[in-house]
C-alpha cells in the first residue's frame, strides 16, 4: 500500500504490513457510530499539563549524570538535538520542536556557547530545577500537546447495539484471529478530532521490558510491575467520515529499508511531527468513509507468537486543516507472554460463565472506562 491507492482489498508494503480495505463499514454504520459515541460523550485524548509538574519532577530520584546517560543515545558524552528531542517525556505531555528545545536552552542558559550541542561539561553546569521551573512556566495549548483530540470507549461485547456486534465479527474474520482474544479485548474506541487536531507519531503498543506488564492481562496475572502498557497486537483503524482537509494516517517510516531510531529526526526535521512533516512521510492513507486500515504492531516471534514490536508500525493523524475528522480503533489485544494471555482467557470464560450478577468486578469494558491511556 503505498500512498493513497484504492486497491480493492490487501496490499503488503516490503516491511510493514498494512492493508487498506475500503467499504468496511456502509456509510450507515459509520453514522451510527459517530451517534453513539456522541450520546456516551467524549473526553479530552490529553489534558494539560498541570501545575504540579514542577514538584511531581523534583520527587525522581535519578542523577544528572544518570540522565545524561539516559539522553546520551549514541554514547558520544554530548547531547545532540535530536537525543534530546527523542525523549519526548522531557516535554510533559507537551511536544518539544527544535525551535523549543532551543528556546530553552537560551532561557535556562544550558549551551554556552552556542553550539546547539550539550557537552557532559555544559550539562553539569545546568540546573535541572531550572529546566523543571522553566516548563512549567510556559504557556501550553492543546495545538501544543502530542495529541489534540476527544475520545471514548463503546462496547462491543455480548448485548452490544448489533453494529456494534457486527463490527467486531467482521474484525475477528479480517485478522482470522481466534474469537475468544477479539472478544476479550479493548471496546472500540471513537476519536474525533476537530479543525487543529493531530496525533503526533506513535507506537499503539509500549515495549516489553520484563518491569513492563499489559494492562489487559496484569489484573489476572496479579502482578504488580511498575509500568505497564496496552499490548496491542493488531490495530484496525476505520474512518467515519470523509475529512475537508488534512488529517491523513502517516506511517514516517514504512518501507524504509534500514531503519534507526535517529534518522527519524534530520535536520531539524522530525518525522513524528505531524503538523508539520507529514508529507515527508512514507506511506499516507487519506481518510475516507468506510474504509478501515489494518496493521500488526509486533513482528513473530517464529513460533507462531507474538515478537518484537515492529518499529515500521509507527503512526500518526496528520493535522486536520479543514473540517472534523472522525475515526474508530479496534485493538486486538495479545500478551507477548504466552502463559499470561492464556491465563487471561480462562479467566475471562469463568467470568463469561458465571452469569449475570457473577462476582466480576472487572471486565474489560469495565478496566477501559474512562481510561487514559498515554503511550
Ligand atoms: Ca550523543
Ligand atoms: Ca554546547
Sequence with gaps: MRSHCNSSSVSVAAHTFAAEIPDFLTEEECKLIVHLAQLKGLQKSQILPTDDYEEAMEMIEISQMDIFNLLDHNQDGQLQLKEVLTHTRLGNGRWMTPENIREMYTAVKADPDGNGVLSLEEFKQLNIRDFHKYMGSQKVKMSDLVRNSQHTWLYQGEGAHQVMRAVRQRVMRLTRLPPEIVEHSEPLQVVRYDQGGHYHAHMDSGPVFPETACSHTKLVANESAPFETSCRYVTVLFYLNNVTGGGETVFPIADNRTYEEMSLIQNDIDLRDTRKNCDKGNLRVKPQQGTAVFWYNYLSDGEGWVGELDDFALHGGCLVTQGT??????????????????QFQQEMERYAGAGPGA?????????????????
Design 325 to 342: 475528522k472522525w475515526i474508530a480503533n479496534n485493538w486486538i489485544n495479545v500478551d507477548p507472554n504466552r502463559w499470561r494471555q492464556l
Design 359 to 375: 462476582p466480576g468486578e472487572w471486565t474489560v469494558d469495565k478496566a477501559y472506562s474512562g481510561v487514559h491511556l498515554e503511550l
